[in-house]
Nanobody, 124 residues
């Protein structure tokens, strides 16, 4: 079993930066791919970024490519999302997720474990 707890959200002006963290419990976390998703009010949860079990492979949604960076530190059981050049349309609740496999995808249904989310608000 894996439990995930996100932190690092907050209010930031457009053009600013935030770093989200996802702390995981469970010895198997280092063998799972992980990802960040987000959900804005009235919208469906959407894929943001994914990282493989080793951190060697990453993938991003087109809307964040070049601005966001996902990484992980398996020694600390933590996944990060560095968000730069933030835009008002990045405002959402950001969720960390872990898959039951080593390689990540952009599909919500491939992720078995989810955190409670952290709010990110970008003001214009």
């Amino acid at each position: 079993q894996v439990q995930l707890v996100e932190s690092g959200g907050g209010l930031v002006q457009a053009g600013g930066s935030l770093r989200l963290s996802c702390a995981a419990s469970g010895r198997t976390f280092s063998t799972y791919a992980a990802a960040w998703f987000r959900q804005a009010p009235g919208k469906e949860r959407e894929f943001v970024a994914t990282v493989s079990w080793s951190g060697g492979n990453t993938g991003y949604a087109d809307s964040v490519k070049g601005r966001f960076t996902i990484s992980r530190d398996n020694a600390k059981n933590t996944v990060y999302l560095q968000m730069n050049s933030l835009k008002p349309e990045d405002t959402a609740v950001y969720y960390c997720a872990a898959a039951g496999s080593r390689w990540g995808t952009s599909r919500k249904d491939d992720y078995y474990y989810w955190g409670q989310g952290t709010q990110v608000t970008v003001s214009s």
